[in-house]
């Protein structure tokens, strides 16, 4: 990274270890200041470190909070922009799993990730299951007004009947070909996180 930093022009980047980009990251950050490889030791110094005599702070905030209470501003609650009907009778969050990570183009790189979650699913209650009539590990397709992929089932109690979950981890069954992209007025993010769906058995 050095000899690339040198060629692309950068001056001063001539570094020989850890210790010496540390030294110079203590250099520009207060809050590593009074932090040095020696006093790291094998427990380490939490920061806020301002200075070599300090202990630092196993605990940020004690008593009260460093910068004041935060402000909290209620608002009315909206439905999202796209509800279930008859036609999308599910409502679909995505979200993750333990042993990925994003779009898992370095988690799904791992060997050992990798044989703990190693294929997209889709988790359904086991009510909604019996009533599509879908078994657990059973391939379907789940579909939306934006697009359709396929996935095998995980019939759980753990998620409540009328929702499917999707992780979004995997890109041979991308969940966000599903999702709705309409914007949050408030927050102006993306709605990715809920839609209606449906599903069907893939044969």
């Known amino acids: ?14 570094f020989e270890s850890p210790e010496q980009i540390f030294e110079e990251i203590r250099k520009v950050t207060p809050q590593y200041s009074g932090i040095s490889y020696q006093r790291l030791g094998n427990q380490g110094i939490q920061w ?14 004690v ?7 935060g402000k909290f501003t ?13 036609e999308y009778p599910l409502l679909l969050s995505t979200g993750r799993v333990l042993f990925q990570y994003h779009t898992g183009t370095m988690t799904r790189e791992s060997p050992s990730l990798e044989k703990e979650a190693s294929e ?23 579909i939306t007004r934006r697009g359709e992929i396929k996935l095998k089932t995980r019939v759980t109690g753990k998620i409540l009947q009328g929702v499917i979950f999707i992780p979004f981890h995997y890109g041979e069954a991308a969940a966000n ?26 044969g």
Do not use: W
């Open 120 to 142: 997209p699913f889709v988790e359904i209650n086991p009510k909604d299951a019996d009533s599509l009539g879908v078994s657990d590990g059973e391939m379907v397709k789940v």
């Open 74 to 86: 209620p608002v009315e609650f909206r439905p999202p922009a796209e509800e279930v009907d008859q």
């Open 48 to 61: 806020p470190c301002p200075s070599e005599d300090h202990p630092g702070t196993p605990i940020l905030h």
């Open 63 to 69: 008593g009260q909070f460093s910068q004041g209470k």
């Open 177 to 202: 070909v599903l999702t709705n992209s309409s914007m949050d007025p408030k927050a102006k993010i993306p709605e990715y996180k809920v839609c209606a769906a449906r599903m069907e058995k893939a």
């Open 1 to 14: 990274i050095c000899d690339l930093a040198a060629s692309l022009g950068a001056e001063g980047f001539h």
